[in-house]
């Protein structure tokens, strides 16, 4: 049984809801995009560099 009673859900347009993951994914990765970034930032600050081989094996 659904914890909501479906009158109260909102009719929602054929779509919407990919629409919706969709969004979220992007709103995602470009916070992966920023944390890289800032992970990049502290090991220049601590002279580390990340070689683009170990980069290739992670994805």
């Known amino acids: 049984m659904s914890p909501h009673p479906t009158s109260a859900i909102p009719e929602q347009e054929p779509g919407q809801?990919?629409?919706e993951l969709e969004k979220r994914q992007d709103d995602v990765l470009?916070?992966?995009?920023?944390?890289?970034?800032?992970?990049?930032?502290?090991?220049?600050?601590l002279g580390v560099t990340v070689e683009e081989e170990a980069e290739a094996e992670l994805v």
């Open 17 to 19: 809801l990919l629409k």
């Open 30 to 45: 470009e916070q992966l995009d920023d944390l890289d970034r800032k992970l990049r930032d502290v090991l220049d600050g």
